[in-house]
């Protein structure tokens, strides 16, 4: 069975300050692995995924998360904060079953 | 931008009432996922599509739940009776083939609440 763990509930930040949100996954397959952002009163929006490749991924608004076998993480990193990255982060795993399995979330917060 | 297209975006409800959700998913995307998202469990996969087969509906409540595509263009998400536990955001995504090829895209949910 595949499962997240997003390590840390709340994440505060001040604006400009580095941002690392973490996400250790289980798979016992070569696992895809998915950030999504989601605001308030909002859908869930794709910020990044891993296939296979290249194992530091770039994506959308300053975000990239590197895929570390060893370490079996996903973590989400940006230089530099903004006030608008205030939102819910969730790390999700999938595999050849399609199941896409989410982590319990992280929220952001960011401070002037 | 392409997107998936969900109504009610809220429903208020009393128990013991039928409720029906619906999702228009992309157009050409053939699988079709249902979430459910409370503050206490985070987000649930209920059931999914692939060209309008069910694959797997085995988060949901079997006796009050059911999850159907009549077409390529809809698939619905009932509930019968409504009960108080059931309040909740549920999320329609659609996308492509393989999650490994594409993730999926979400719409911006049914606010529902059983009263």
């Known amino acids: 069975a595949q499962s997240v763990t997003q390590l840390g509930s709340h994440v505060s930040v001040s604006e400009g300050a580095l941002v690392l949100l973490r996400c250790n996954y289980s798979?016992?397959?070569?696992?895809?692995l998915f950030w999504y952002v989601q605001y308030p009163n909002q859908g869930l929006q794709l910020l990044l995924k891993?296939?296979?490749?290249?194992?530091l991924v770039k994506g959308i608004n300053g975000f990239e998360a590197e895929f570390k076998k060893s370490e079996t993480s996903f973590h989400l990193t940006k230089p530099s904060a903004h006030m608008s990255d205030a939102a819910e982060y969730f790390c999700?795993?999938?595999?050849?079953?399609?199941?896409?399995?989410f982590g319990t979330g992280t929220r952001l917060q960011v401070f002037p | 931008d392409a997107r998936v297209t969900q109504t009610p975006r809220h429903k208020v409800t009393e128990m013991g009432q039928e409720v029906t959700m619906r999702c228009q998913p992309i157009?050409?995307?053939?699988?079709v996922f249902w979430y459910r998202q409370t503050m206490m469990q985070g987000l649930e996969l209920l059931a999914y599509f692939r060209n309008r087969a069910p694959l797997d509906d085995s988060g949901m409540p079997k006796d009050r739940f059911s999850a159907e595509m009549p077409d390529a263009t809809l698939a619905t998400l009932k509930i019968q009776p409504s009960e108080p536990r059931d309040s909740a955001v549920y999320f329609c995504?659609?996308?492509?083939?393989?999650?490994?090829?594409?993730?999926?895209?979400f719409g911006s949910g049914t606010r529902l609440t059983v009263v």
């Open positions: 995504a659609s996308g492509l083939g393989r999650t490994g090829g594409h993730g999926y895209t």
């Open positions: 157009l050409g995307h053939n699988t």
């Open positions: 999700a795993v999938s595999s050849n079953t399609d199941k896409l399995i």
């Open positions: 798979s016992s397959v070569p696992p895809y």
């Open positions: 891993y296939t296979t490749g290249a194992t």
